[in-house]
């Protein structure tokens, strides 16, 4: 029997665990001091009141005979793949519902994507980075090349002349909060085109950007229909973290090598997976009706006000960062030279504040630092006065 040798060369994911067990002693140490976590990466928000109206209709209509449904279509109801088509035409996307394919969410189908391609192709990886590109990569045995993100280029790396076949690009940008605009995503086509490389796009945080003239998809770039593959989740967009749905859009266009990757895709989905439950299906359709356009909208306006409050703290202590404004994440500049960890440690035991630190999501982020808006306001107030005090005293 022959094992998949390439999880070996996995490093260990210990970011964290490593920031759970140094929260735990030091609130060991002070049972009293009330530790707020800007770290996470999760929803705090409920569902909005017309998802959950809608999820429990649902619900009651698989307990009758007469509106039971069973396994569903393959690429999802068509009721919502037509809603999340109407989304797209809100932003000047053309879609047919047939090109979009409904999951459990944009983690899965950003892994399970590999099965297209074969092993030994060469990845173009942002770092920083969403670890789940390079760990799934990793495990299919494909060569990873690094595109070096930095405060030079803003966090958003462009085209470098290096071949590849898979590109992974990520906007608004999670760790950084970055967000590419739409003359770059067109250097990035134009060169996925020439290459003959698919983009693989990752737009889990659309939802969160408010200048109109970013861009929402990458098909708001023309040519991306013939070289690229979009991911989306209703995880950020609708607080769907518990609740599992997301969507990819591989557009009919797109082939390589005489195959269409839209029926392969169709393939793969329909032998190694059978589809999100009817009630999830329902209740991430809400999430398009007026009404539940309005309540989302609400959820995303308070963690868009916890950026605001974090990135006007750091400018006022003369903090360089990125993000926030388009997206939930804040990526700032440690202060006084501090490593990522050091500066960790330094907010937790002066300020009782947890962060994620820079280096965990790759090389080019050490000396930066992590945070997030999805806590409460009142909360993110607090551990900024706790931050700035910290940083005043250091500079
Ligand atoms: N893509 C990015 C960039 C993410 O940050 C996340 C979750 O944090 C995901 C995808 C996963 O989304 P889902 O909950 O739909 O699996």
């Known amino acids: 029997m022959k094992l998949n040798e390439h999880f070996s060369s996995l490093e260990r994911s210990y970011l964290f665990s490593q920031i759970a067990r140094e929260v735990d002693d030091y609130q060991s140490a002070h049972p009293s001091a009330e530790v707020i976590r800007l770290g996470i990466g999760d929803v705090t928000r409920p569902l909005a009141e017309a998802v959950v109206k809608a999820f429990a209709d649902a619900v009651y209509e698989q307990g009758q005979a007469a509106t039971f449904h069973g396994y569903g279509p393959e690429q ?4 919502l793949r037509e809603a ?41 990886i942002p770092d920083p980075v969403y670890p789940v590109y390079r760990d799934t990569n990793q495990m299919a045995g494909n060569r990873i090349r690094y595109l070096d993100a930095g405060r030079h280029n803003g966090f958003l790396p462009l085209p470098d002349g290096r071949p590849a076949d898979l590109i992974y690009l990520c906007s608004p940008n999670n760790p950084t909060g970055a967000v590419y605009r739409r003359e770059q995503l067109k250097q990035w086509v134009d060169y996925a085109r020439d290459l003959g490389a698919i983009i693989l796009f990752d737009a889990a ?4 950007l408010q200048d109109e003239y970013l861009p929402h998809s990458i098909y708001e770039i023309e040519g991306a229909r013939e070289c690229a593959i979009e991911f989306c989740s209703f995880s950020k967009t ?28 169709f393939r793969r989905q329909s032998t190694k997976f059978n589809g999100v439950s ?18 989302c909208r609400a959820s995303i306006e308070v963690y ?8 006007e703290a750091l400018r006022g202590c003369g903090i360089w960062h990125v993000g926030g404004e388009n997206a939930p994440y804040i990526w700032m ?12 440690r330094l907010l937790l035991n002066r300020a009782g504040v947890v962060g994620t630190p820079g280096s965990g999501f790759g090389k080019n982020g050490e000396g930066y630092f992590r945070l997030t808006a999805f806590g409460d306001t009142e909360k993110t107030q607090q551990a900024m006065e706790r931050i700035a005090d910290v940083i005043g005293r250091i500079s």
């Open 278 to 295: 009817y009630p999830v299906q329902r209740a991430a359709a809400a999430v398009f009706s007026p009404q539940g356009e309005t309540q």
């Open 333 to 344: 500049q440690c202060p006084g030279g501090l490593s990522s960890w050091e500066f960790f």
């Open 76 to 79: 999802g109801y068509a009721f």
């Open 205 to 208: 945080y659309e939802a969160f």
């Open 304 to 311: 868009r006000q916890n950026a605001a409050i974090i990135c």
């Open 84 to 124: 999340i088509a109407a989304h797209y035409a809100t932003f000047q996307v053309q879609l047919s519902a047939d090109d979009i394919f409904i999951s459990d969410g944009a983690k899965s189908d950003v892994g399970n994507i590999l099965d297209l391609f074969g092993p030994g192709n060469t990845a173009l």
């Open 238 to 265: 609708a607080g769907f973290t518990g609740t599992r749905c997301g969507y990819t859009v591989v557009p009919r266009e797109l082939e390589r090598g005489g195959f269409s990757l839209h029926d392969m895709w």
